[in-house]
């Protein structure tokens, strides 16, 4: 809110009204010298209506100046340049004399309202950008995904905010907590992501939480924990689920207590950390079995955020297909081809258990291999282990179910050596793995198969 400070009214400023008016915008309050006084840091003009009010007007310029507000124009009926000196040296940005000045004031007011209109346009569109940029990367205009974003956009401001991100593998947990974080006040900020299930448990505490030199044999330098490295912005905890109950205690405490102590360490230090996690597991039915803390599960869950599978994202999935078509074909310097009735029915039909990670790989592989228009065997039947799994609605599968992990890679690994007419070195490179893993895959001896 702007406001006109109005040091006692006088009928004779009344042709100016409207102008000063129009620079403070519609929400501007008149205030008098005997009333209250707007809020400094928003003050556009003083007026000195009546004569002696110059060294109130002094006084109010000082207090201005020391509370760091911006210089208000000041208007007076005295054409006198040692009183406007002594009002700019208080603080006032200029001094105009009434009615010898009314045009340069006009002037001076119509180019601060075009400087402030521009600031507010520029700002306007910063944010517009910033906004279509992080939630722009995110495609889909289904209802449960919109429902999701909203959820997401609610709990950007509040930086604070533990938030709950939950949904089947590559559904984007990890794509709406950056959102989250790069929209929000934390933006300036780190974001810092990890896997719980990707590091060994025994392992976990000092990758969080940090050590002292000496804490342990291996500890020959201190290190900071991940915690620390977030401080002021975000730490993005996916499969929060498989983190031991050990741990889920100390995490629980380091929020409560906005405070980390490095194993080996005698003190806490202070962070300020906003925690996303994510999961894919039903957390509820963990706490239930006793293999999640209840107490952190609630804290956790203050915000919940569910993404979706894909298949219930209606057509959804078309728009994301041609995204990453295009992009994929801009990346590899190719046309991106059209999607056929055929493949669009297709894509509508399969249950993608691998969800959008799914669609993104078949669509990067099916990009690559297809010599001409890409049909859905090139997507559905090129070597990706969960499409291989029967995953196509309706389709027939061809592995018993449940498959063990070797019966689902050697699928794959035929299914593509078909595609590729039985070149072994074609259907390799298409798998991204060597030769000789593909000879194992195909005989079965599964002994040697990790490489
Ligand atoms: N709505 C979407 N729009 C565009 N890209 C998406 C969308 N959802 C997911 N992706 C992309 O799909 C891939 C998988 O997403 P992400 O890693 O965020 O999933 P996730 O749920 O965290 O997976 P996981 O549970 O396996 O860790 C990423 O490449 C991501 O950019």
């Not at 500890?219 to 905890?237: S, V």
């Not at 889920?248 to 380091?254: N, S």
């Not at 690994?413 to 593909?438: F, P, T, W, Y």
Request: aromatic content about 4%; some cysteine.
């Amino acid at each position: 809110m702007s406001t006109l400070a109005v040091l006692a009214r006088s009928e004779s400023f009344s042709a100016l009204w409207p102008e000063l008016a129009a620079l403070a915008r519609a929400e501007s309050r008149v205030v008098t010298a005997a009333g209250e006084t707007g809020p400094a840091a928003e003050l556009v003009a003083l007026v000195l209506a009546v004569a002696g009010v110059e060294e109130e007007a002094e006084g109010a310029l000082r207090e201005l100046a020391a509370a760091g507000a911006p210089a208000p124009l000041v208007v007076g009926a005295r054409a006198d340049h040692r009183l406007a000196a002594a009002l700019v040296r208080a603080g006032a940005a200029d001094y105009f004399a009434l009615p010898g000045d009314v045009d340069a004031l006009r002037a001076e007011i119509r180019d601060r309202a075009a400087r402030r209109d521009a600031r507010a346009a520029a700002g306007r569109l910063e944010e517009a950008e910033r906004r279509a940029f992080d939630f722009g990367r995110i495609i889909g205009r289904s209802p449960p995904l919109r429902a999701a974003l909203d959820r997401a956009a609610r709990i950007i401001p509040r930086g604070q905010a533990t938030v709950l991100v939950t949904g089947e593998t590559g559904t984007g947990k990890e794509l709406i907590a950056q959102a989250i974080h790069r929209n929000g006040p934390r933006a300036s900020g780190p974001f810092i992501e990890l896997n719980c299930n990707a590091i060994p448990p025994t392992l976990l505490e000092s990758e969080l939480f940090g050590h002292e030199k000496g804490a342990f044999t291996d500890a020959r330098t201190a290190k900071p924990g991940l915690f620390e490295a977030a401080d002021r912005g975000t730490l993005f905890l996916d499969e929060i689920g498989d983190l031991p109950l050990v741990l889920q205690g100390k995490i629980l405490k380091a929020l409560e207590e906005k405070q980390v102590r490095r194993v080996g360490a005698v003190r806490g230090r202070e962070v300020d950390v906003r925690i996303i996690a994510a999961t894919h597991v039903d957390l509820a039915a963990a706490v239930r079995r006793g293999g999640f803390r209840e107490d952190l599960f609630y804290r956790l869950s203050v915000i919940p955020i569910h993404l979706p599978p894909l298949r219930d994202r209606g057509d959804d999935v078309l728009l994301l297909a041609e995204h990453f078509l295009r992009t994929l074909a801009a990346q590899y310097g190719m046309t991106a081809p059209a999607l056929s009735p055929t493949l669009r029915r297709a894509l509508m039909a399969h249950s993608w258990p691998g969800n959008v990670r799914e669609l993104r790989n078949g669509l990067e592989r099916a990009l690559l291999l297809a010599d001409g228009p890409l049909r859905p065997e090139d997507l559905f039947h090129g070597g990706d282990p969960s499409s291989a799994s029967g995953g196509h609605r309706g389709g027939s599968g061809e592995l018993p179910f449940p498959a063990t992990l070797d019966q689902i890679e050697r699928a794959a690994a035929e299914a593509m050596l078909a595609r590729v007419e039985g070149n072994k070195s074609a259907a390799a490179d298409a798998l991204g793995i060597s030769r000789s893993r593909l000879y194992r895959l195909l005989t079965g001896d599964a002994e040697g198969v990790a490489e």
